[in-house]
T-cell receptor, first 112, second 109 residues
Framework: EAGVAQSPRYKIIEKRQSVAFWCNPI?????LYWYQQILGQGPKLLIQ????????DSQLPKDRFSAERLKGVDSTLKIQPAKLEDSAVYLC??????????FGQGTRLTVV | QKEVEQDPGPLSVPEGAIVSLNCTYS??????FMWYRQYSRKGPELLMY????GNKEDGRFTAQVDKSSKYISLFIRDSQPSDSATYLC?????????FGTGTSLTVIP
């Protein structure tokens, strides 16, 4: 069974630029999560999708972050414009809805 | 108060030692508990998944849940240098997951 795929693995951008991350969850997993993980901290939920609908985006900085999952499968997360404090690892995870979540390798973003 | 609390460490032990990693949680409705292992520059990898109270063993790893004290533990027997990683405890209700901050473990050869 293929795992959660994310791209790119690494990205370096200047502040105020925009960036997009892509995630393809495990086949059949209806629930998809985007997490932000700052060095030394646990993952912080940004947004949760159930199929193509948003379940929870309460911690998503909506003035600069957006995410979509148009066909209920893969998803993109965008940051525009980026700030220095957005430097983090962005993790995508998926689950069947019952049971644990499975994570991708993450995208390490550095904003300079 | 955070939903799941975890001592960040770091924890350093000699090879072969027994390691005990611990978390506490605040929500008595939590039923499912997980331990993830995260190597440097990698995503978290599910290590153990348990339901309700009791122990679950998988090789050198034992997960323990004590719902009466809201305490979650992971024991690693005969620790190896390859166990050096950050260990995240987590719980979930329905589709919502709550993570600890992670404990950094180094096993010294």
């Amino acid at each position: 069974e293929a795992g959660v795929a994310q791209s790119p693995r690494y990205k370096i951008i200047e502040k105020r630029q925009s960036v997009a991350f892509w995630c393809n969850p495990i086949s059949g997993h209806a629930t998809l999560y985007w997490y932000q993980q700052i060095l030394g901290q646990g993952p912080k939920l940004l947004i949760q999708f159930q199929n193509n609908g948003v379940v929870d985006d309460s911690q998503l900085p909506k003035d600069r972050f957006s995410a979509e999952r148009l066909k209920g499968v893969d998803s993109t997360l965008k940051i525009q414009p980026a700030k220095l404090e957005d430097s983090a690892v962005y993790l995508c995870a998926s689950s069947l809805g019952q049971g644990s979540a499975f994570f991708g390798q993450g995208t390490r973003l550095t904003v300079v | 108060q955070k939903e799941v609390e975890q001592d960040p460490g770091p924890l350093s032990v000699p090879e072969g030692a027994i390691v005990s990693l611990n978390c506490t949680y605040s929500n008595s409705a939590f039923q499912y508990f997980m331990w993830y292992r995260q190597y440097s520059r990698k995503g978290p990898e599910l290590l153990m998944y348990t339901y309700s109270s009791g122990n679950k063993e998988d090789g050198r790893f034992t997960a323990q849940v004590d719902k009466s004290s809201k305490y979650i533990s992971l024991f690693i027997r005969d620790s190896q240098p390859s166990d050096s990683a950050t260990y995240l405890c987590a719980s979930h209700t329905g589709n919502q997951f709550y993570f600890g901050t992670g404990t950094s473990l180094t096993v010294i050869p």
